[in-house]
Nanobody, 121 residues
Framework: QVQLVESGGGLVQPGGSLRLSCAASGSIFSINTMGWYRQAPGKQRELVADITRAGSTNYADSVQGRFTISRDNAKKTVYLQMNGLKPEDTADYYC???????????????WGKGTLVTVSS
């Protein structure tokens, strides 16, 4: 019953900005770390940024200073504000969340289906 749904991807020019959102829904007891990963064609999926429930953040060196991750615990939503976009940022962006589900209270990792970000003129 748990799912993550991303939104906000699209085509932007180099130097432009984009804001991604990911909302969690379903039988959720609590959400631990949430984050964003990306995968370009022919490459491994890599961490972009993550954020703990308390708000501690971690960024890949390649996006430090350009991207900002945030979350709204009441809305069960994580955001990624991307500024100063570069062509090398082009990738499928996936939302991640470690969630303790209701009932059995088992903690599992969940992934969204991805949203495409293309940076090109």
């Amino acid at each position: 019953q748990v799912q993550l749904v991303e939104s906000g991807g699209g085509l932007v020019q180099p130097g432009g900005s984009l804001r991604l959102s990911c909302a969690a829904s379903g039988s959720i007891f609590s959400i631990n770390t949430m984050g964003w990963y990306r995968q370009a064609p022919g490459k491994q999926r890599e961490l972009v940024a993550d954020i703990t429930r308390a708000g501690s953040t971690n960024y890949a060196d390649s996006v430090q200073g350009r991207f900002t991750i945030s979350r709204d615990n009441a809305k069960k939503t994580v955001y990624l504000q991307m500024n100063g976009l570069k062509p090398e940022d082009t990738a499928d962006y996936y939302c991640y969340a470690r969630i303790t589900v209701s009932g059995a209270l088992r903690t599992l990792d969940y992934w969204g289906k991805g949203t495409l970000v293309t940076v090109s003129s």
